[in-house]
């Protein structure tokens, strides 16, 4: 089974390039099967990690940014895939 994190968060006014150079510095104390870095205007930055795991799993997540960095707490979702039409 696989299931997908998916965590996203909003920099604050004039940092997201910041949060992104953030984001993609952060190393996981064991690999994904897969790992995507998105941005989206208003400097949002998305991460999707893959594992090959139960949806239930205790699996490593990315930690939240600095307050400094972030306009919001950090959004954290957990999705496993379902049957292609």
Request: net charge negative; glycine share 4%.
């Amino acid at each position: 089974m696989t299931v997908a994190l998916m965590w996203e968060a909003r920099a604050a006014e004039g940092r997201g390039a910041e949060l992104l150079a953030w984001a993609r510095a952060q190393a996981l104390p064991e690999r994904p099967v897969r790992r995507e870095i998105f941005r989206a205007p208003q400097d949002r930055v998305l991460v999707i990690t893959w594992w090959d795991a139960p949806y239930d799993a205790a699996v490593p997540e990315l930690p939240d940014p600095g307050p400094e960095l972030v306009t919001r707490p950090v959004h954290r979702w957990r999705f496993e895939p379902v049957a292609a039409d």
